[in-house]
């Protein structure tokens, strides 16, 4: 199961990604400051096809 994000963190990443679609980009990077140290932060979405749905949802529950 993938690790616990927090619902601000999903929120924000959600919003990410409809900034994206809604400018016809499916990856982006950049770079952050956190705990004195600059970090390169790469986001790449892939969709996930219909087959595939069931076992993602599973992976939540």
């Avoid at 929120?11 to 770079?31: D, P, V």
């Avoid at 076992?55 to 939540?60: G, L, P, S």
């Amino acid at each position: 199961m993938p690790p616990t994000l927090s619902f601000e963190t999903c929120h924000a990443l959600t919003l990410l990604t409809r900034q994206l679609l809604e400018a016809g980009e499916s990856q982006t990077h950049t770079h952050v400051l956190a705990k004195g140290q600059v970090y390169r932060v790469v986001v790449s979405l892939a969709s996930v096809p219909a087959d595939q749905l069931q076992d993602v949802i599973t992976q939540y529950l």
